[in-house]
């Protein structure tokens, strides 16, 4: 509960102010990563669902685009290399469009 103190502050996801969108004196509470795996997600939904785009159901390509994402994370995590918001952006939507092939290969199943 102690993240709430910091609510236009900083992100919740990180506390990183240098990591996004500010609107004024206020800071968007989540970060650009986060925001475009959302965006992401729901930009792929609506393809996918919509029938705007036909990809055929593979788990290997869910794979390879939520992999640059958790590259980047982890060598920001483990090894402390220093991220761009451009490859926040970047890594954050195609790990959303990954996101949102996997949940229509689980809907499919269903």
Request: positive net charge.
């Amino acid at each position: 509960m102690k993240h709430w103190y910091f609510l236009g502050k900083c992100p919740l996801c990180n506390l990183r102010e240098d990591t996004t969108f500010h609107i004024g004196n206020f800071c968007f509470p989540l970060c650009y990563r986060c925001c475009f795996i959302i965006l992401g997600f729901l930009f792929g939904f609506f393809l996918l669902h919509q029938k705007i785009i036909i990809i055929q159901h593979s788990l290997l390509l869910v794979f390879l685009l939520i992999l640059p994402c958790y590259i980047d994370g982890t060598l920001q995590y483990k090894f402390h290399k220093q991220s761009t918001n451009v490859r926040r952006i970047l890594t954050g939507f195609l790990a959303g469009l990954g996101l949102a092939l996997f949940y229509s290969i689980l809907i499919s199943l269903y």
